[in-house]
């Protein structure tokens, strides 16, 4: 019998079997495990046989929500992270290596932007380019390109990068493709869908979804070849080579970075997980119906939306996303007005930097989580001085346009 993504998810953890007839996966807190012998201890070790052997490398709890993570992408493995920063720094240091070029999206989350000035430290070559048209992308490659990453819906300014079209190059040339897919989740969009390699999620955002845990995951969908990827170690190069990928991601991001997710946090983002569907088809419909109210509202300038007609990549997001496009979206005041001095006058809506939350937030992104990078490249990312960020959450429409409302008329 054919269930959905929901049901499913709602019973992952009983089906497989749980002690005492619970129904969630218990939190795991052990560091350490031990084995009856000496030999079934190495077998693990050498992964010859399956098992744990030292929570830094991975834990049963974490174990349950990666389960869940590959069956909500309908991909090969997972493997979860502390944050979803450790997650694209362990792709990027497990499979760069000094002398090896990254074509990446300009537009990107504050700070991925700032790792791609680490890699550059380390001696890879890194190219931002404008990825709403593939042609950017495949102008930029080099014969030394060995990867390319975009976000789904770029924060803050909204871009939707050309998907599909940089999967199609990516599988053509043979090239590692990341799609960070945090601002859709895979409710909206599946990784495999334009050909991705791997898929970058923070789970503190909309998987998780109540703000109350960190986390970040790789997911592998199977569709590259690591058999020709050249960084692959020697130790690593066993069993099916659809399987070295994610082996090498798991030794050298955590096995050596260290970059664990807590069990405790583990378990909150797998429950977390349940209601994905319920909260982004909520907060997908609070976003759009918000959106389309504010852009008529005379203080409001622009609204940056991919649900609007009026912005660049609308079709394309209609047609990638499942027609609902995310509850990211920025907004700029009419010249004259004070973003400071509206976000002041908030009073429902919260001033914070997180995103794809239960409660709706917003924040003034140049003074902020894009400060450190200067005028001048945000200009480049197209990131006005008077940005205001928005997440939408789950609360009732009508309570979220009357905050923004009062808000507007007190300046």
């Given amino acids: 019998m054919s269930q959905s ?31 009856p012998s000496a030999s079934e201890l190495i077998a693990v070790f050498q992964g010859q046989a399956s098992g744990y052997v030292y929570s830094r490398q991975g834990n049963p709890t974490g174990a349950s929500l990666e389960s869940k993570l590959v069956m909500m992408e309908e991909a090969r493995a997972a493997a ?23 074509v990446s999206s300009r537009f990107l989350f504050g700070n991925t932007n700032s790792l791609m000035q680490t890699l550059q430290g380390l001696g890879v070559s ?12 495949e102008a930029a490659c080099r014969p030394e390109t060995r990867m390319v990453f975009v976000e789904t819906i770029a924060n803050p300014r909204t871009q939707v990068a050309d998907l599909a079209g940089i999967g199609a190059l990516c599988a053509q040339r043979g090239l590692v493709y990341v799609v960070d897919n945090t601002m859709t989740t895979p409710m909206l969009l599946q990784g495999r869908e334009v050909q991705a390699s ?106 940056h939306y991919p649900g609007l007609p ?14 609902q496009f995310g509850c990211l979206m920025s907004i700029e005041l009419r010249e004259g007005l004070d973003p400071l001095a509206f976000l002041d006058a908030l009073q429902l ?32 990312m197209g990131i006005a001085e008077g940005l205001i960020r928005l997440s939408i959450g789950i609360e009732d429409l009508a309570d979220l346009q009357a905050d923004f409302a009062q808000a507007l008329a007190r300046i």
């Fill in 198 to 303: 791997l898929v970058v999620h923070s789970l503190s955002k909309g998987i998780g979804g109540h703000g109350h845990a960190l986390g970040g995951a790789v997911v592998d969908t199977g569709l590259f070849d690591w058999s020709a990827y050249p960084h692959i170690a020697e130790p690593y190069r066993k069993g099916d080579p659809k399987g070295w990928g994610m082996t090498q991601i798991r030794k050298k991001g955590l096995r050596d970075m260290g970059a664990t997710l807590r069990a405790e946090d583990a378990h909150r983002l797998a429950v977390g997980a349940e209601t994905l569907a319920l909260r982004v088809a909520r907060t997908c419909a609070n976003a759009l119906q918000l959106a389309q109210w504010l852009s008529a509202q005379p203080q409001i300038a622009r609204v």
């Fill in 5 to 35: 993504l929901t049901t499913r998810l709602l019973h992952a953890d009983r089906l497989a079997g749980v002690e005492h007839g619970a129904v969630h996966k218990p939190m795991h807190t052990a560091a350490t495990y031990s084995y």
């Fill in 310 to 323: 009026s912005h660049a990549e609308h079709e394309r997001a209609a047609r990638l996303f499942k027609g």
């Fill in 349 to 380: 809506v919260i001033l914070s930097s997180h995103l794809a939350d239960n409660r709706t937030l917003a924040i003034p992104v140049a003074h902020t989580i894009f400060w450190e990078m200067g005028q001048a490249q945000r200009a480049a």
């Fill in 80 to 102: 979860v992270f502390s944050t979803g920063m450790a997650a694209i720094s362990a792709v990027f240091l497990s499979l760069l290596k000094a002398g090896d070029h990254l």
């Fill in 126 to 137: 890194v190219s931002l380019v404008d990825a709403t048209d593939v042609a950017h992308v």
